[in-house]
């Protein structure tokens, strides 16, 4: 059974950074690099938004109009591992960060990592 499992979220004041990373496990008839990645965010009494992907190889990406510019996306095929780079943090980026594995209709979700953007 494929797991992720996300790390690096915190406290961070406005302006501040923070790295997110998602390392991926337990593929058995296939493997990390067959999966496209995304990280997703949800902020209380919100919906799930998309907040960036990336794809299979790491050569394309894109991003939420509210984060481009801030944010990065990147993946280490050999670490099984995705990152999301997030700089000049605001308030409005507070919620529980997700990433996502997607392989046609496969999708597997981690449990989420909480950011909180606060002076």
């Known amino acids: 059974q494929v797991q992720l499992v996300e790390s690096g979220g915190g406290l961070v004041q406005p302006g501040g950074s923070l790295r997110l990373s998602c390392a991926a496990s337990?593929?058995?008839?296939?493997?990390?690099?067959?999966?496209?990645m995304s990280w997703y965010r949800q902020a209380p009494g919100k919906e799930r938004e998309l907040v960036a992907a990336i794809s299979i190889t790491g050569g394309s990406s894109n991003f939420a109009d509210s984060v481009k510019g801030r944010f990065t996306i990147s993946r280490d095929n050999a670490k099984n591992t995705v990152y999301l780079q997030m700089n000049s943090l605001k308030p409005e980026d507070t919620a529980a960060y997700y990433c996502?594995?997607?392989?046609?209709?496969?999708?597997?979700w981690g449990q989420g990592t909480q950011v909180t953007v606060s002076s």
């Open positions: 337990g593929f058995t008839f296939s493997s990390y690099a067959m999966y496209a």
């Open positions: 996502k594995a997607r392989r046609g209709s496969v999708n597997y």
